[in-house]
């Protein structure tokens, strides 16, 4: 009876064992084709802000992409003042000073981004309403976002120190 099990044991843990060097054997070609994914998704984006000259290489760089797989990606050019909301066909630049703020808007028309910007609002979709609260995809998608107002919000903090420091100088 003792060796039954003793081979029933050894059977699961070499299928176990198996199961493990395939999972880590394709690992390595999810990771290519999703890195081939993302890629593909962001280079057109990433040529539109090329476009504007190449000094917005190397800023502080967010980028969020969006449950129907779009990309929104953001630019702080922190020397300069300025910053760049770019996504698939469009984007805006604006300097700090002319910068409102950005809020994140979780609602049951789904999550959004509103950028408070001097002429309009954007409004960028990061997810519909129409997956549960707490499904996996609408906390990563909400993570994202939240670290992508973030990283605006910090032109605010910026703006604030260029006050202060024209204060004390002044």
């Given at each position: 009876?003792?060796?039954?099990?003793?081979?029933?044991?050894?059977?699961?843990?070499?299928?176990?064992?198996?199961?493990?060097?395939?999972?880590?054997?394709?690992?390595?070609?999810?990771?290519?084709?999703?890195?081939?994914?993302?890629?593909?998704?962001?280079?057109?984006?990433?040529?539109?802000i090329l476009k504007l000259g190449k000094?917005?290489?190397?800023?502080?760089?967010?980028?969020?992409?969006?449950?129907?797989?779009?990309?929104?990606?953001?630019?702080?050019?922190?020397?300069?003042?300025?910053?760049?909301?770019?996504?698939?066909?469009?984007?805006?630049?604006?300097?700090?000073?002319?910068?409102?703020?950005?809020?994140?808007?979780?609602?049951?028309?789904?999550?959004?981004?509103?950028?408070?910007?001097?002429?309009?609002?954007?409004?960028?979709?990061a997810a519909s309403g129409k997956f549960?609260?707490?499904?996996?995809?609408?906390?990563?998608?909400?993570?994202?976002?939240?670290?992508?107002?973030?990283?605006?919000?910090?032109?605010?903090?910026?703006?604030?120190?260029?006050?202060?420091?024209?204060?004390?100088?002044?």
């Open positions: 009876m003792g060796s039954i099990i003793g081979y029933i044991l050894l059977f699961l843990m070499l299928a176990f064992t198996l199961f493990n060097i395939y999972a880590t054997a394709t690992k390595k070609k999810r990771d290519q084709a999703n890195e081939y994914k993302y890629n593909a998704l962001f280079a057109p984006i990433d040529n539109e000094d917005w290489k190397g800023s502080p760089t967010m980028r969020l992409i969006t449950e129907k797989e779009e990309g929104i990606v953001s630019v702080r050019d922190d020397g300069r003042k300025r910053a760049v909301i770019a996504w698939d066909g469009d984007l805006r630049t604006f300097r700090f000073n002319e910068y409102g703020g950005a809020e994140l808007v979780d609602d049951e028309t789904g999550i959004k981004i509103l950028v408070h910007l001097p002429s309009e609002t954007l409004t960028l979709q549960k609260k707490k499904s996996f995809i609408v906390k990563s998608i909400n993570e994202m976002a939240k670290r992508f107002v973030e990283f605006l919000n910090k032109i605010l903090e910026q703006n604030k120190e260029c006050e202060t420091q024209s204060n004390i100088d002044a």
